[in-house]
């Protein structure tokens, strides 16, 4: 008889453990378990390609951005495109830009493409922390500073007419 009253008491003791395990979550708060944040910087295409298009006119030699179709219309209507002539591809750490440009007669192309590539660069490098992995650069066409300008001042729209 002692020996099944001793059965009995390790079935109680293990019973009760059971139910305290069931009932400790209505006894004790829970640890609500914190979800793991992780911050993020990231950055619109636009703005990488502004970066990029900022930094390719500081480069001498290249007289402008050539866009499309688009920006050539709102240019019409005296709107300015900065990002004209450039288009980004954005990963996460990674950037590819593509650039049309207008290069200036007597400029050095290679010389010019190895500024770009390393300015550009450098600037989304300091001002994004992204890397530029890859630059294509299509010279869509060639002019002299004068011929350019009086281009330019052909297609503004004369403000005292």
Excluded: C, W
Excluded at 77 to 83: I, L, N
């Amino acid at each position: 008889m002692a020996e099944n009253n001793v059965n009995k008491d390790k079935n109680l003791e293990e019973k009760a453990k059971e139910t305290f395990e069931e009932a400790k979550d209505f006894i004790t708060p829970k640890t609500v378990e914190e979800k793991k944040h992780e911050d993020s910087l990231t950055f619109d295409t636009s703005v990488v390609e502004k970066i990029a298009a900022l930094a390719a006119r500081e480069i001498k030699g290249i007289l402008d951005l050539k866009g499309g179709l688009l920006s050539g219309f709102t240019e019409n209507f005296g709107a300015y495109d900065v990002t004209k002539g450039v288009d980004a591809e954005v990963g996460e750490k990674e950037v590819i830009i593509n650039l049309k440009l207008i290069l200036e007669f007597g400029q050095s192309a290679p010389r010019i493409f190895d500024d770009l590539k390393q300015y550009i660069g450098q600037q989304l490098k300091q001002m994004t922390g992204l890397t530029l992995v890859e630059l294509n650069v299509d010279v869509v066409d060639v002019m002299t500073r004068k011929d350019f300008d009086q281009s330019k001042n052909k297609s503004l729209p004369n403000q005292y007419s």
